[in-house]
């Protein structure tokens, strides 16, 4: 229904004998699903001819070749004008013209489809007939050449033939020429829908609805729709490619010399990989050598590298070792070196006033804190004498259990002080220290304390020092000596003065403007600040936030202590301090070593830590005589903590030394620091005691104890530590078990004594016979038996012992296999407390 009240409603269409108006109805849509449909009129063009003339219909068809015009365009009615429209009319009027628009554009794309085919037949036409035209002037001429009787030959043989003819002066036919036709493509079977598609499209005279339409796609792809090459054609065309530019493929590649890196071990494959070969070609090789190998197994640097010469490259040796840092021992150029101060250590004989002597050097007092009053740690200290001179002191252990602690003083210092007390001599630790101290190849300062006792005697220790090769300046030797006195002062100046004119002899020097080198003079697990380490600084300057990597360890430095306590920023050369960031507790005299980066230290310590653990692991060699020796060795197992790592080696060191044939000490656990649960639940598994040297348990490790029931030992001083543990494992070995033989006699003759037993008449050799007695049965000085007598007679008295020269008739327990002529040996046992 219009909107518009005046236009008249039509329900229905005209009647009429000739339609000369075409009616139509347009639906229109509306938004909120509204539509209205509208009846829509087309009124045909009148066309006036004149009179008499024939109608356009009769006219003659054009000519078939050209292709007929395309038919004009209907004119299109006349706009109302916009007063006089309705909207629907307005929309009907856009839709038709946009149709119009649409079916002209359809019919240009098919008049240009059709004139491109014209245009492709007419040259498949020509280029045929030039085809056959070829075809048959060939034919021709070899009919002539036939006829002629001349044989036809190849290309080649032609162009000879036409050389040769012009030497004789004879014409030549001009080459014949052919007009190079495309190759026909085979046909595939087309699908069913495609062809009926095409059917569709010839009947209706379109190829396809938009096929003229040009969007921004097609414009930009022009292979669009096209079908991709496949893999296979690319290779043949580039196959193909090569064999004209680069020749003939059978023509062998020049071989390619690779620098091959190869590691101790390797597998065949990874070997061919790197050489850019075939692996079964290495196992064929490999074959020839004699060695029966799949290309997944692993192969030794020495036979590849018998592979990698065989193919012509170059090998290059790598090992795992390359990733450690070694230990150089590079000199710095002399223009970089730098004054140093002396580092001195301080050696001697337990009690015998080392650290006395150096709380007075210092000022301080330091065996206060000490456990008995003796030294069980490495002390480092920094002191300045009334010159503003520096000089670097290390305090050993004097006790005999610190071996290793006093050897590690030795290797580390410039100058050894030789500590010995006027009123006690030469003692063991004193010959010890000697011996280090000339195995270092450092020199010696003898320094004489306690001269203020009344009993000191300097001239007597001097004369006592002559024994082990030290001869002092005193005696026209070269070894300064001093004497001093802790207690009192005296003689310290004499001592300092000596030891910086020594140094000055040595001309001590470093570089400091360079990565830092230090040793660990000490290690420990402060509850607090985590692993501790005092390090003496060899060369180099040590700095906060420097990375390093020491033993197995690696870390970064978060801050430097000196020896009073106080936080510094740098270390330079020989100066100790204490460093905090470590990742783990080092071993006592491990190097420390200044990376680039934390990368290259955690590499550097996991590679060690594999060769810790490699060397841990690894099984003792083994023989016939271990194999079957089925020994009753007892073992002694136990779990060690101590507060320094110095301190664990000392105690493992004598743990080891009190075993012997018969027991053996089993360290299960020696560490740093408190003891933990995991050290209580390992003791408890192995029914081991815990000692703890100056350490204690945690809280939970303390409940562990008391709920597991397991043995703590603490101590303080070494020594108590040895003499306790000797003690019980001698109490494991149980006591002393001693025979002493009493008696020895001959059977003479065997009778019947009662049922069962039998009696041996004996005649007593030497010592004398004893009833309850242990005696040993032997024949041949085979052992026949081991037993006790049970009875004793003479005549047929019981007694209780027989002397050498009588006759005696004894019952044996436990065995009735006796002869005459056997020999009877009477021993009794006695039981001592055992001593280690």
């Known amino acids: 229904m219009s909107d518009n009240e005046d236009t008249p409603q039509r329900t229905r269409k005209p009647l009429g004998l000739k339609r000369s108006v075409d009616a139509g109805e347009v639906k229109q849509t509306f938004s909120h699903g509204r539509t209205n449909k509208v009846a829509v009129e087309v009124k045909r063009r009148r066309k006036l001819t004149r009179p008499g003339a024939a109608p356009e219909e009769a006219a003659p068809p054009p000519p078939p070749p050209p292709p ?6 209907a004119p299109r009615p006349k706009k109302p004008a916009a007063d006089a429209a309705t909207p629907q009319e307005r929309v009907a009027l856009l839709q038709r013209e946009a149709e119009e628009e649409r079916l002209r554009l359809a019919e240009e794309a098919r008049r240009r489809d059709e004139e491109q085919r014209a245009k492709d037949t007419e040259g498949e036409k020509r280029r045929a007939e030039e085809n056959r035209k070829a075809e048959e002037e060939a034919e021709k001429q070899r009919k002539a050449d036939e006829a002629a009787g001349q044989p036809v030959e190849s290309e080649d043989a032609g162009d000879t033939e036409a050389d040769a003819g012009q030497a004789d002066g004879k014409p030549t036919p001009a080459p014949r020429k052919f007009t190079p036709v495309e190759r026909p493509e085979a046909k595939r079977p087309e699908k069913k829908a495609d062809r009926k598609a095409a059917v569709k499209d010839t009947d209706r005279g379109v190829d396809k609805r938009r096929s003229g339409k040009l969007t921004v796609n097609r414009a930009l792809n022009e292979d669009e729709g ?138 301080a007092n330091v065996t206060k ?55 006690d001599g030469i003692m063991p630790q004193t010959i010890e220290a000697i011996n280090h101290t000339k195995a270092a190849g450092v020199p010696m300062i003898v320094a004489i304390n306690k001269c203020d006792k009344p009993e000191a005697n300097p001239k007597k220790v001097r004369e006592r020092l002559l024994e082990h090769e030290v001869i002092v300046e005193a005696m026209s030797g070269d070894v300064q000596d001093v004497e001093v006195s802790a207690k009192t002062g005296a003689g310290l100046d ?53 990375t390093f990597v020491v033993g197995t360890q690696s870390g970064r430095v978060r801050a430097l202590v000196d020896d009073h306590g106080k936080q510094v920023k740098e270390a330079g050369p020989s100066m100790p301090v204490e460093v905090l960031g470590l990742g783990g507790v080092p071993q006592a005299g491990d190097l420390l070593t200044v990376v680039e980066n934390e990368q290259r230290a955690r590499e550097v310590a996991q590679y060690r830590q594999e060769k810790a653990t490699e060397k841990r692991t690894a099984l003792a060699p083994t023989n016939f005589d271990t194999m079957f020796n089925k020994s009753d060795l007892v073992e002694f197992p136990v779990v060690v903590k101590a ?194």
């Open 68 to 73: 007929p015009p395309p038919p004009a365009a």
């Open 226 to 363: 096209r079908r991709a090459r496949s893999l296979a054609a690319l290779k043949r065309a580039r196959e193909k490619e090569r064999r004209l530019h680069g020749g003939s493929s059978s023509q062998p590649r020049e071989k390619q010399v690779r620098d091959v890196v190869v590691p101790e071990a390797i597998t065949v494959q990874e070997l061919a990989n790197r050489m850019a070969e075939k692996g079964a070609d290495l196992v064929k090789a490999l074959f020839n050598m004699g060695m029966m190998v799949t290309v997944n197994q692993t192969i030794d640097q020495d036979t590849a590298e018998l592979l990698v010469e065989e193919f012509g490259h170059n090998i290059t040796r790598v090992s795992e070792s390359d990733i450690d840092i070694a230990p150089t021992e590079e000199k710095d150029p002399e223009d970089t070196l730098k004054p140093r101060p002396p580092v001195v250590t301080i050696m001697g004989h337990v009690d015998h006033g080392k650290t006395s002597l150096l709380d007075a050097l210092r000022g």
């Open 369 to 423: 804190g000490e456990a008995g009053g003796i030294t069980q740690h490495i002390g480092a200290y920094q002191i300045t004498t009334k010159d503003k001179q520096k000089v670097t002191f290390l305090d050993t252990p004097g006790h005999e259990a610190f071996t290793q602690m006093r050897q590690r003083g030795a290797n580390v210092t410039d100058i050894v002080v030789l500590v010995v007390a006027a009123d």
């Open 494 to 546: 004499d001592l300092l003065e000596k030891i910086l004119l020594q140094a000055e002899l040595l001309e001590l020097k470093a570089r400091p403007d360079r990565q830092a080198e230090a040793t660990v003079v000490e290690a420990q697990l402060d509850k607090g600040r985590g692993p501790v380490a005092t390090v003496l600084v060899n060369r180099g300057t040590l700095k906060r936030g420097d």
């Open 643 to 836: 507060d320094v790592q110095g301190s664990v080696e000392a105690i493992n060191t004598a743990l080891h030394n009190l075993s012997n044939d018969l027991i053996k000490v089993r360290v299960l656990h020696a560490g740093v620091g408190a003891i933990t649960e995991s050290d209580v639940s390992l003791a408890n598994a192995s029914k081991a005691p815990i000692i703890g040297f100056n350490v204690r348990p945690n809280a939970k490790a303390r409940e562990l104890v008391k709920r597991d029931g397991v043995e703590m030992k603490y101590y303080d001083v070494i020594y108590h530590l040895t003499e306790e543990i000797a003690k019980e494992m001698a109490g494991e070995l149980g006591p002393e078990r001693i025979e002493h033989v009493v008696g020895r006699a001959q059977v003479k003759e065997v009778f019947k004594s009662g049922k069962r037993d039998k009696a041996a008449g004996l005649l007593v050799e030497e010592g004398v016979i004893r009833k309850g007695l242990h005696a040993r049965l032997t024949r041949d000085d085979v052992i026949v038996s081991a037993t006790t007598i049970a009875s004793l007679r003479r005549f047929k008295d019981d007694v209780d012992e027989v002397r050498a020269g009588l006759e005696c008739g004894v019952v044996l327990a436990d065995t009735n296999d006796i002869k005459p002529g056997d020999q009877l040996e009477v021993f009794e046992i006695e039981e001592r407390e055992r001593v280690l």
